[in-house]
């Protein structure tokens, strides 16, 4: 037996908010994240920028990824390095 899909109007006013809410959440991150890619020099990004581009237009997941580990955080100046 095939499984049917679930239809929008088969979802319950939570199911429908929920939906609505992840989709905003994944286009703000998204927004975010290329903003930064636009601003951020390539020197200060792990990997190519045109692959960021692709990866959090295509998945929530790839979004967080590159906001949490595809960056380089800028060193202040004057700073001293840590771990001594």
């Known amino acids: 037996m095939a499984k049917s899909k679930r239809k929008w109007s088969d979802l319950s006013p939570q199911g429908k908010a929920g939906v609505v809410a992840l989709v905003a959440t994944h286009v703000v991150l998204v927004g975010v994240a290329h903003a930064d890619l636009s601003k951020r020099p390539a020197a200060q990004i792990r990997g190519p920028k045109w692959v960021w ?10 979004t967080v990824a590159y906001l949490v580990w595809g960056r380089h955080r800028p060193v202040a100046r004057g700073a001293l390095p840590s771990g001594n």
Not at 54 to 60: E, K, M, P, Q, Y
């Open 53 to 62: 581009r692709l990866l959090t237009g295509s998945n929530t997941g790839f």
